[in-house]
């Protein structure tokens, strides 16, 4: 288990075969999407946004960025908050692309307060960011929530808060073993979705 690297993400946004499922699947079957989840992130990390939303098309999800929101005016302003604050609260899921620049952001730790004020544990998910050569020294709050890690065959799963700290290492297969209830990111969302539709 690791946490997803910034180069890894950008690769997968500048996919060439991403960008054919995207032009020839996502833009008629989103419309459709049952599931949406707004996608916090800093607007200096587009490209790894983008990279997080291409992961996540494949599932079939509506991803919300702002910045591709064309009813936002060009300069950030109290209708921008409103906004945001209105789809975060209608979102099925927020998730957090925690990185440096995120966390040091000032839109980001506000989107991430408003889902917390909005949403039940389970519908927040931080994914922490790393470069190639750094460690993750995200703020201690961020280990209330849940969070995404990548496997070694590129699996992206969701652990639980008390499943290990940020700077603990284990093997996925100490992880499973011990935490049965660890899932994947589909299966995370997938179970959470059919709770609230029953």
């Not at 975060?88 to 966390?103: G, V």
């Not at 639980?160 to 994947?184: A, D, F, G, M």
Request: proline share 3%; net charge positive; glycine share 2%.
């Amino acid at each position: 288990m690791a946490f997803l690297k910034g180069s890894f993400l950008i690769e997968v946004a500048k996919n060439p075969k991403m960008e054919d499922f995207k032009r020839n699947y996502i833009v008629e079957e989103l419309s459709k999407a049952e599931i949406t989840i707004f996608l916090s992130h800093s607007h200096k990390d587009k490209f790894l946004a983008d990279g997080f939303k291409n992961l996540l098309a494949q599932y079939k999800y509506k991803v919300y960025i702002d910045w591709q929101d064309y009813s936002l005016p060009d300069t950030p302003n109290r209708k921008t908050a409103e906004r945001i604050k209105e789809k975060i609260k209608t979102s099925d899921f927020f998730i957090l692309l925690a990185t440096y620049n995120a966390l040091s952001s000032r839109w980001c730790p506000w989107e991430l307060g408003i889902a917390d004020g909005v949403k039940s544990e389970n519908s927040i998910l931080i994914v922490p960011i790393i470069s190639d050569s750094e460690k993750f020294e995200g703020n201690e709050y961020l280990q209330l929530y849940n969070r995404v890690e990548i496997s070694s065959d590129e699996k992206l799963l969701v652990l639980k808060p008390e499943v290990k700290e940020y700077n603990i290492t284990l093997q996925e297969s100490e992880i499973i073993r011990k935490y049965r209830n660890s899932s994947t990111l589909k299966e995370f969302i997938e179970r959470r979705r059919r709770k609230y539709l029953l």
